[in-house]
């Protein structure tokens, strides 16, 4: 399935709509962000034919968020493995992991944590996913 880009502002509606459902039947959900320091521009295209067809993805400053509905930290910590299987250290990804509801329990809060990850990710080294603060 091609990867379907969306606007951050749809993301924002999703997710919303997500935590709604996810609070209601105690569901987990699980946002992972994605930045690359080698090949930010191409990120969307090279990851974009690996992810579950029912995630949504946003391709968005040189990042990419990736809503992971009924996942929790340890799924969502095995799908960041095999993101970085597929590439062998070719690429540099570096990752962040928010999950409702241990993290918060709106998206804003959510992914302004995930952003806060993701920059200590990006200081860290090749393949770094920050999942606590």
């Known amino acids: 399935m091609p990867l379907v880009r969306i606007e951050f502002s749809m993301f924002y509606e999703l ?8 609070e209601r039947y105690r569901r987990f959900v699980s946002v992972v962000m994605v930045s690359s320091l080698n090949n930010p521009s191409g990120l969307a295209s090279l990851l974009g ?8 993805i946003a391709d968005f400053d040189h990042s990419l968020a990736v809503m992971m509905g009924e996942t929790d930290k340890n799924d969502a ?10 590439f062998d250290d070719q690429i540099d990804l570096r990752f962040a992991i928010v999950t409702y509801p241990a993290d ?10 995930a952003y806060r990850r993701l920059n200590k990710a990006k200081s860290a080294s090749s393949g770094a996913v920050v ?3």
């Open 131 to 133: 999942a606590s603060d």
């Open 104 to 113: 918060g329990a709106n998206p804003y809060g959510l992914v302004q944590t």
């Open 15 to 22: 997710l919303q709509y997500e935590l709604h459902a996810a």
């Open 77 to 86: 910590l095995s799908a960041i493995r095999r993101y970085n299987s597929l």
């Open 49 to 56: 034919d690996h992810v579950r067809k029912s995630d949504v």
